[in-house]
């Protein structure tokens, strides 16, 4: 694969993990604050659903595409630009691994508020609290390693 191919859907693969990332809790955050539990029951699967189809396949690529950008321009893995690309993809994906969990959780949770017409357990509001207090990390974890993805600065030296 050429590089100029190889970069594009590195970007287009980040465009999309990011997108999909940052869309997906917006309208969850938003539909969670809005109360309509059958809102909230659909939001929920829509993004277990987007997960799957969007952000997986782009937390794969990202590392893989990453590094053989990487090994194709001749930078090595420990360019301080890239190893601290990489730990913060790491600090991402410590996080995202359980909000994953925490949302097919929260949907199977609210599909059953659905099917029994009752409200949301306090066990899903505690699950809501902690999916959000792991995305902040995450997001500004994403956010550094595009900044850093750009402008790959030179740090240290």
């Known amino acids: 694969?050429?590089?100029?191919?190889?970069?594009?859907?590195?970007?287009?693969?980040?465009?999309?993990?990011?997108?999909?990332?940052?869309?997906?809790?917006?309208?969850?955050?938003?539909s969670d604050h809005n109360g309509n539990v059958i809102n909230i029951a659909t939001t929920n699967r829509h993004v277990v659903l987007a997960d799957w189809i969007f952000t997986t396949p782009t937390v794969i690529f990202q590392p893989i595409s990453g590094i053989w950008l990487a090994s194709i321009m001749g930078i090595p893995l420990m360019t301080p630009w890239i190893a601290i690309s990489l730990a913060l993809y790491a600090v991402a994906g410590i996080c995202w691994l359980p909000v994953v969990w925490l949302q097919i959780r929260m949907r199977d949770l609210s599909k059953i508020a659905v099917d029994t017409q009752t409200p949301l357990t306090q066990q899903y509001w505690r699950y809501a609290r902690i999916w959000f207090y792991l995305g902040?990390?995450?997001?500004?974890?994403?956010?550094?390693?595009?900044?850093?993805?750009?402008?790959?600065?030179?740090?240290?030296?």
């Not at 902040?136 to 030296?157: C, D, E, N, R, S």
């Open 136 to 157: 902040v990390p995450a997001f500004i974890a994403m956010m550094l390693i595009v900044f850093l993805m750009i402008f790959k600065p030179t740090i240290g030296g």
């Open 1 to 30: 694969m050429s590089y100029l191919a190889l970069k594009y859907l590195h970007i287009l693969s980040m465009v999309l993990l990011f997108g999909t990332g940052l869309g997906s809790a917006f309208y969850k955050w938003m």
